[in-house]
């Protein structure tokens, strides 16, 4: 929740290939004072069912920018392994973008929700609403 003196952070999934929400990916975000400072990672959690992170760690006061890393190699691997108990060989091996990093700037007292269109060749992000 974005107070008067701090930003907030909501992200979702869909994978764009199946038209499903993208379930159990590894999301960490990390936070920085100032475009000269460090990004400090505050925590991280994974998707659910609806391919959502409903517990991202709250951004501190004095936050300008926001880093959201989510591991999609991991997700596409998990894929690939339950299409290959369908079919004995899958065209690819591993996932084109091991991980998704989006950077973004954030004032106080706004909510960012930002969406993730997943497929495993490409990827577009936008502020959500």
């Not at 990916?25 to 505050?42: C, E, F, H, Q």
């Amino acid at each position: 929740m974005s107070t008067d003196t701090t930003a907030s952070v909501s992200t979702h999934i869909l994978d764009t290939s199946i038209g499903r929400p993208a379930a159990s990916v590894a999301v960490s975000l990390a936070a920085r004072s100032g475009s000269d400072a460090l990004y400090v990672t505050l925590g991280a959690s994974a998707t659910d069912a609806d391919g959502r992170c409903k517990d991202l760690p709250a951004l501190p006061e004095g936050t300008t920018h926001v880093r959201l890393v989510f591991d999609t190699e991991t997700y596409f691997s998990k894929k690939q392994a339950e299409a290959q108990q369908d079919a004995p060989r899958v065209r690819d091996s591993g996932a084109f973008f091991p991980e998704v990093t989006i950077a973004f700037a954030v004032a106080p007292g706004e909510h960012y929700h930002v969406p993730l269109l997943l497929n495993p060749f490409g990827y577009s992000v936008y502020r959500g609403s």
